[in-house]
């Protein structure tokens, strides 16, 4: 038995999501992002009422006054008020009372307790059946939202229904491929970390749960055989005792998207995970209108920022930042992401991205620009490129991961060929083996590179080492293939003469052939 990566959702939990999914489908709501969205809605209108409960039990004990969600003229607005009603009642009220007052809670909440209202701005109910939003109602009250350890897992098994890239080339990393990248990068309890185009917040959530399991005592581990895995839960006790749970709550984790409805679904999974306050924004950040609204988040202020960023889309040039355009003029939001990242990055702050692999062979003078500023006044420490087929079914692109620093210079460049990722490459994705692939590969030789403990010059090998000044000599081109080195195996042939005595014979039999075949007509 080994600890499984997949969520712990299983038996009566799995079905009951499944049968959610379905109805929402059978009810004539057939996209996956408004079926999550609107599951998501439900969802927090629950968490709320389950909030304001926990907050008016403590304030009865202790006398203390809180802020709260429902005052007296809201009361129907509560989930445990009109969840009871049928849903000929239910749907004219839930559209018409209790999304209008999330909106109001939303604009005027401020600081601590807002976090939920703020996650309601905008929010509209799409669901136009009564019997399809009581059906919705009774199975999210079957879910375990009280249940910490669980809320995780079920939000993600739901994120795992998304089968569709969005029209801005954004589409949902791989959670494998997501571990990697976290796991490369080893995030610290001080970091403060960031996904400046967050999707679904699967990068920060995945950075949290990996300080979760380093630390955690044996006393804050739980060990769970289910179906035959061992599905361990981490408490991050060692986070409390080291005193960085405060930071972890309320300042480690930094999210920006300019799609709507990814930053309810981001800001949902990551309080699901156990986030208390995550740092949440609808924001273009390529926009100018980034250093107006965020000065101190959009230039020096992350430690760590893991990114997908969209590889295409509509971008108004007008509009980019200035600086962003001196460091690589272009309209292409692949190369101007890395250029925000570097911006956004503390001087030795490092990243860990996603490139199709365009950006690394690009001829075009922002291409070779950027590369450029990349190993010259900054340090590329690794390429690793990624089998075509990773983010299938949303795309085949090819790309990789590359990772950086702030500041500096590079001297050398860590590259490896990732020839399987443990899944197949077609659209089903099916596991190959233990479903690990390469990627554990990449992770040992790339600490063991970054440590100085393993040689890696020979260029016919997945991992290898190339010099910075040899890639300057290239056109600063960062191709793996512009570097490795096939071994070539020179094939045994027979004697020239042999084989044209062969197909003089082969000849022969099938003119013989051809002559019998004539004889029968």
């Known amino acids: 038995m080994q600890e499984s990566l997949t969520p712990m959702i299983t038996g009566p939990l799995k079905s009951r999501i499944d049968s959610l999914w379905t109805d929402f489908w059978t009810g004539g709501i057939t996209n ?48 445990e008020t009109w969840r009871h009603y049928g849903g000929e009642m239910m749907l004219p009220h839930v559209r018409d ?19 939920f209202a703020s996650f309601m701005k905008d929010a509209q109910l799409m669901i136009q059946k009564g019997t399809l939003l009581s059906k919705a109602v009774a199975a999210v009250q079957e879910l375990p939202l009280e249940k910490g ?12 229904k998304l089968t569709t890239a969005g029209i801005n080339g954004q589409f949902r990393t791989p959670r494998h491929i997501i571990r990697l990248m976290v796991e490369l990068m080893q995030p610290q309890p001080t970091d403060r970390i960031c996904d400046p185009s967050c999707g679904t917040a699967g990068f920060l959530v995945e950075a949290y749960e990996y300080l979760l399991r380093e ?7 739980h060990e769970e055989v289910v179906e035959g895995e061992t599905h361990v839960t981490y408490s991050g006790d060692l986070l409390v005792q080291q005193g960085h749970r405060s930071h972890v709550d309320t300042d480690m984790f930094h999210a920006y998207d300019f799609d709507a409805t990814m930053l309810r679904i ?25 250093e107006e609204r965020h000065p101190k988040g959009s230039k020096g202020a992350f430690d760590l920022i893991l990114a997908n960023p969209p590889f295409k889309g509509s971008l108004d040039e007008q509009d980019v930042a200035p600086d962003l355009l001196r460091t690589v003029k272009t309209k292409k939001t692949e190369l101007l992401f890395i250029a925000l990242i570097l911006r956004m990055l503390k001087v030795g702050g490092r990243s860990a991205t996603i490139v199709p692999d365009g950006v690394l062979f690009g001829s075009s003078k922002a291409h070779v ?9 900054n340090q590329l420490e690794a390429v690793i490129s990624l089998p075509s087929g990773v983010f299938k079914p949303y795309a085949g692109v090819s790309t990789a991961i590359i990772i950086f620093a702030k500041g500096g210079k590079t001297e050398n460049v860590f590259f490896y060929d990732v020839q399987s990722d443990g899944f197949t490459l077609d659209d089903k994705r099916t596991p190959i083996g233990d ?3 390469d990627l554990l590969d990449v992770l040992v030789k790339y600490r063991q ?49 042999y084989l044209l005595e062969q197909l003089i014979l082969l000849e022969k039999q099938i003119q013989g052939d051809l002559d019998e075949l004539k004889e029968l007509f």
Request: aromatic fraction near 8%; charge should be neutral.
């Open 149 to 160: 350890d669980t809320k995780g897992d079920l939000y993600e098994y739901l994120l795992s």
């Open 215 to 221: 630390h955690s005592s044996e006393a804050g581990r």
């Open 369 to 377: 620009q950027l590369r450029q500023h990349l190993i010259e006044q």
């Open 435 to 437: 479903g690990k692939g």
């Open 449 to 497: 590179w970054c440590e100085g403990l393993i040689d890696i010059s020979d260029r016919s090998a997945k991992a290898f080492e190339v010099p910075a000044s040899e890639i300057k000599s290239e056109n600063f081109d960062l191709s793996i293939n512009r570097y490795i080195r096939k071994k070539i195996e020179i094939a045994k042939v027979n004697n020239p003469r």
């Open 97 to 115: 009372r209790v999304f209008p007052h999330f909106r109001r809670l939303a604009e005027r909440s401020t600081g601590a307790g807002s976090l």
């Open 32 to 79: 996956p992002l408004t079926v999550i969205e609107q599951i998501t809605f439900l969802m927090y209108s629950r968490l709320l009422d389950m909030q304001e409960r926990k907050d008016e039990k403590r304030a009865s004990i202790t006398g203390q006054v809180f802020n709260r969600r429902f005052e007296v003229e809201d009361q129907d607005c509560r989930w």
């Open 266 to 290: 981001a800001s949902m999974n990551l309080v699901m995970h156990g986030v208390a306050e995550p740092d949440v924004h609808y924001q273009d950040t390529l926009s100018q209108s980034f």
